[in-house]
């Protein structure tokens, strides 16, 4: 397309001189010519749709290359938490059965301490009361039996 472009415009342009001229004589008069086809024809997503249908396409597979990676990324992150979890709910569920175990430990314990406690409190008892049940029940029987 653009030799095609190019060669209407030279020959519009320069015509039957650009068929007779020395080598080099048409620099000058092309040199405008040139540049002007060579800025046009330098971005050829401009000029051609093809060609810019295929850098939005490349600019699609870029971004969803991003998005693959992106997605992969979450999903190792993912994984991550989803082990993590399980872990904390493994300990959580040993940290209950340790602490169910311990609080019947410490049931059993207070439950020996209020019964030595109790017998301590019954044998102290008994040894003060006894002796004043039988000075009560020796002064009540001479009491009566005078």
Do not use: H, W
Request: charged share 25%; net charge positive; with cysteine.
């Amino acid at each position: 397309q653009m030799l095609t472009d190019l060669f209407g415009k030279y020959s519009q342009a320069l015509g039957e001189e650009a068929k007779t001229a020395a080598p080099n004589s048409l620099n000058r008069k092309s040199k405008p010519i040139l540049t002007e086809y060579c800025q046009k024809y330098s971005d050829l997503q401009s000029v051609d749709k093809a060609s810019a249908l295929i850098g939005k396409v490349d600019g699609v597979k870029v971004q969803m290359q991003e998005n693959i990676a992106t997605m992969l990324n979450n999903m190792e992150q993912t994984e991550t938490i989803s082990n993590q979890a399980s872990q904390l709910n493994e300990q959580a569920s040993v940290f209950k059965k340790k602490s169910t175990d311990l609080k019947r430990q410490m049931k059993c314990k207070n439950m020996k301490m209020t019964i030595i406690i109790v017998a301590l409190v019954l044998g102290i008892l008994l040894t003060v009361l006894f002796p004043m049940i039988q000075k009560a029940r020796k002064a009540a029987g001479e009491e009566g039996n005078p």
